[in-house]
């Protein structure tokens, strides 16, 4: 097909391209007409797990204008821009991750602050293709939020918007109730209905209940679900009372196995709120970070079958250089103890994509956008270390090998998208540097 390419961008005259090229693109390689589809994109013969599909299987799947166009035994990819062999990988829907940083800026913590991360840059690599910043603006900060990162980012960049209008802005914004106006949030998450996707209350350190209270008040008014980062660990306001009384089922706990705010009993046994937490429809997440994922909970939490809801990274600027590292790697670490691959993927697809409302994302039906993950299960002696220094071995590791945007291949590790080079001299000439 390449070759083809080749011959119709050089040899015919422009304004022939388009009709020739589609009469060349019916003609299988033999010359003899074909009923094969011109795809964009097919990645052929990947272990395809596709949870909102039930999908646990050997598939082609073929990409077409920035969708999903066909998931089948076997496509017909003869006229296909672009073919990917997949043998012997896992094909999944591009990841998303419920709960990371993204508004790097000049100023200090997470609110157009240094310990921001622009999203390109971390979320591809890891075959996440969608990304939800969890708090970092708030209803002061949003447009200044959407206008530097989520209307540049390729990433699908969506919010949890902070109940504080500053947002993450440090300690004394943070913990100023008089800036925790529901009213206010809930007026600018319904100015952007499928971006802002939830609203976040993170960092309270007083005894009110406050700001998880404002926060489910701006969540009722405007139908959005609410994350709770819970802070400091109050007798006043204990995690069970959050869980079980605070919260409304679809509301979601992140840093669930921080063992900050007593998860996990004195007697090693998770706290009751837990469960009765998750029974009446409250979600827990990862958000792992630098400073909320304990192998002490998570360990005795997965021995009691209480796995994530939903698998996230918590990425800023220092989780992602220390234990956490990125999606995939989370992922790996719950396989470790446990977790099978095809749950690790749905708490890193469907899951995350329900619990924002967002039903168009997280799986790979006809019509979907076309956001997909390539990965190799390597097998050898990993380590997977949390938020405090400890590590747990494992055997198996994802690894991204490609990552596919709105049907564009936007991280390819091993070149699998691209032609293999042989000698062209001609190929030099008219070059120009596109960076
Ligand atoms: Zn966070």
Known sequence: MHARDRFRRRILPATLTLPLGVALGALAPGGAPSAAEAYDLVIQRGHVVDPKNRLDAVRDVAVKDGKIAKVARRIDAAAAKKTVDASGEYVTPGLIDLHAHLFPGPEDAYRNGWSGVAPDGFTFRSGVTTAVDAGSSGAKSFDLFKKNVIDRSQTRVLAFLNIVGEGM?????????????????AAKAKEHPGT???????????????????????????????MVDFGANRPERPLKTL????????????????????????DGRLNPGMR?????????????????????????????????????????????????????????????????????VNASTWAPAKAIDRPDLGHLSVGAPADIAVFTLDKGRFGFTDSFGYRIDGKRKLSTELTVRAGKVVWDLNGKAAQKWTPDPSRLTGRTDEH
């Open 169 to 185: 802005a440090g300690g004394k914004y943070e913990q100023d109730l008089k800036d925790m106006d529901p009213g206010r949030a």
């Open 196 to 226: 802002i996707v939830g609203i976040k209350t993170a960092h309270y350190e007083g005894p009110e209940w406050t700001a998880v209270e404002n926060s489910v008040k701006a969540g009722d008014e405007a139908g959005i679900p609410v």
């Open 243 to 266: 869980l079980t009384e605070k919260l409304r089922p679809g509301d979601i706990y992140s840093h669930a196995y921080s063992g900050l705010r007593g998860e996990l009993g004195q």
């Open 276 to 344: 009765k937490g998750r029974d009446r429809g409250v979600l827990f997440d990862v958000g792992h970070g630098g400073g909320s994922f304990a192998w002490d909970v998570a360990v005795p939490a997965m021995k009691e079958g209480f796995a994530p809801d939903t698998i996230s990274t918590d990425l800023h600027i220092t989780s992602m250089n220390a234990g956490m590292k990125d999606q995939s790697n989370i992922m790996s670490k719950f396989m470790a103890v446990g977790m099978p691959l095809k749950d690790v």
